[in-house]
């Protein structure tokens, strides 16, 4: 079954530092990958997604991710952070052939003045 | 277009009670899915809907629990004689056409079973 692992429940960054995030998925199939932002008590809005196009992938609010068959990873990052960052990321992978996605356990961002 | 849209916001029962939620998708789009988020943890699949038709459950949707588009419109999601190990945040979201399509995420129904 496909599963995605994030390194690191929490992540802290001074402000204006570089951001960070990794995933990793386990798969033989590129799949589409996702990341998503979960401030407190909201739901989840869509970053960025990767579809099999190109593997640098730029999104919303500054952040890109860099799709790595090699290394099976999907790593999110933003060149400087900022105090709006601070939130709950959630990567995600779309299984071949299935409409779910398979979320990873989250990591918290935490953004130091 | 409005956004997914997800009713009541917080819900507090009793062990035992039923409750049911209900979900307002984007309103062109014809997929529907359902989610549930313990604290601590990413958002796990329970089930999805295309047009009116419930096309995937997860295992995790045991017998107490129900869901329904009658419409291919908003859904429902009925949780029967709830346990305390309910207790987390329920999300929907919605997608639109053929092939996998980025999906979009209410502010979910935050379920607290004392």
């Known amino acids: 079954a496909q599963s995605v692992t994030q390194l690191g429940s929490h992540v802290s960054v001074s402000e204006g530092a570089l951001v960070l995030l990794r995933c990793n998925y386990s798969?033989?199939?590129?799949?589409?990958l996702f990341w998503y932002v979960q401030y407190p008590n909201q739901g989840l809005q869509l970053l960025l997604k990767y579809t099999s196009a190109a593997t640098l992938v730029k999104g919303i609010n500054g952040f890109e991710a860099e799709f790595k068959k090699s290394e099976t990873s999907f790593h999110l990052t933003k060149p400087s952070a900022h105090m709006s960052d601070a939130a709950e990321y959630f990567c995600a992978v779309s299984p071949e052939g299935a409409q779910k996605l398979v979320f990873g356990q989250g990591t918290r961002l935490t953004i130091n003045p | 277009d409005t956004g997914v849209s997800q009713d009541p916001r917080h819900k507090i029962t009793k062990r035992g009670q039923n409750v049911t939620f209900r979900c307002d998708p984007i309103s062109e789009h014809n997929r529907l899915y359902w989610y549930r988020q313990t604290l601590g943890q990413g958002p796990e699949f329970l089930t999805y809907?295309?047009?009116?038709?419930?096309?995937?459950k997860s295992r995790l949707l045991s017998d107490r629990f129900s869901a329904e588009r009658p419409k291919g419109s908003f859904s429902t999601l009925e949780i029967q004689r709830t346990e305390q190990g309910d207790s987390a945040m329920y999300l929907c979201?919605?997608?639109?056409?053929?092939?996998?399509?980025?999906?979009?995420f209410g502010p979910g129904t935050r379920l607290t079973v004392t």
């Open positions: 798969s033989s199939v590129p799949p589409y």
């Open positions: 979201a919605s997608s639109l056409g053929q092939g996998f399509n980025e999906q979009y």
């Open positions: 809907f295309q047009n009116e038709a419930q096309l995937e």
